[in-house]
């Protein structure tokens, strides 16, 4: 709940109160001329000065209650309602042995592939805040680590827990296009996405890439293609009995058949030699494949104003009941 005042500009009466106050307090109080003024000061009794201002304080609270009350104070939320077709994307991820490739940089310092892959990933997630979004890992098998969801903490927290060899050392392209599509297959969105990012070509058994992607080309699925590694060999970490040592390494990445599968798919292959280049990538697929959403608002108001205005009256009442009674003056 947030707190507002309607009309603000209201409070400015204060000023009006506070010169009102001010003028009670310094004038000269009213009274008779009298020539025996000693007796009657002792059937008035023993009363203060402050005695005497209570009905100006009085009047003074009921007026400061009067004008906040008139400036209608209030609590409010919004809620909101998206009316949006949506995307459905559905992210197939590498984690084979290859992963581990140590040519990648995230705030100047050496990272693996899979590194790099998991912060850009993250980024993309928390801007598609609108789309439903899977996940697909692969190596040597392909399984569905998280599927479609909203829930967009939840999929970048399984993104964090990615492991290199989770799933086997080899790759399975054509499993991962095969299962992500099997997901978006029965879904009614505006679009489906599918986002494959990879380092190698098929090593594993099953169903090809292309096989794979002339079959999610039916299911009306566009296809995105990401290649990552540079064309030089890649520094390796490898365990020995004296610590770890750095190897460089050739990964062998089959652009030919990641081109096929995007233009199977209608879509369009990336190469991402560097973390910066893969962060562009996925900006441009993002601006692509972006969802018009159209919101309404709701303001739900809740009014304090009567909490001000009945221990106004109840004060006005007691100030014009203590001044006609135990602090009546004369005349």
Request: glycine share 8%.
């Amino acid at each position: 709940m947030i707190f507002r005042i309607a009309y603000p500009y209201l409070l400015i009466l204060w000023i009006l109160v506070a010169g009102w106050i001010f003028w009670c307090l310094k004038r000269k109080p009213a009274g008779i001329t009298y020539s025996m003024t000693g007796s009657i000061s002792r059937l008035a009794g023993r009363t203060t000065r402050f005695t005497g201002n209570i009905p100006v304080l009085l009047r003074a609270i009921c007026l400061v209650l009067l004008v906040f009350a008139a400036a209608r104070p209030q609590l409010y939320n919004v809620s909101r309602e998206i009316q949006s077709p949506g995307v459905d994307i559905m992210l197939c991820l590498d984690s084979s042995g290859s992963m581990q490739a140590l040519d990648f940089t995230v705030d100047g310092k050496a990272v693996s592939r899979l590194a790099a892959v998991k912060k850009v990933v993250e980024e993309f997630i928390e801007k598609r805040d609108l789309d439903r979004i899977g996940l697909v890992v692969f190596g040597t098998q392909a399984f569905t680590q998280s599927p479609l969801t909203l829930d967009k903490g939840l999929l970048i927290n399984l993104v964090k827990r990615m492991k290199i060899g989770m799933a086997g050392d080899k790759t399975a392209i054509g499993s991962a296009i095969a299962v992500g599509g099997k997901r978006l297959k029965d879904l009614k969105a505006k679009s489906k996405i599918l986002i494959l990012l990879t380092d190698g070509r098929q090593t594993a058994d099953g169903l090809t890439p292309t096989e794979a992607a002339e079959a999610v080309k039916a299911m009306g699925i566009k296809i995105y293609t990401i290649g990552m590694g540079g064309t030089k060999p890649a520094p390796f970490p490898v365990q020995t009995p004296f610590g770890t040592k750095i190897i460089l390494q050739q990964v062998d990445l089959d652009e030919k058949t990641l081109m096929k599968v995007a233009e199977i798919g209608h879509g369009q292959y990336f190469r991402a030699a560097e973390t910066e280049r893969l962060q562009k990538i996925y900006d441009i697929i993002d601006k692509q494949e972006k969802t018009e959403a159209k919101v309404k608002e709701f303001f739900h108001f809740r009014e304090l104003y009567p909490w001000f205005l009945v221990p106004s009256i109840f004060l006005l009442v007691l100030e014009i009941a203590i001044r006609t009674t135990v602090l009546r003056t004369i005349p």
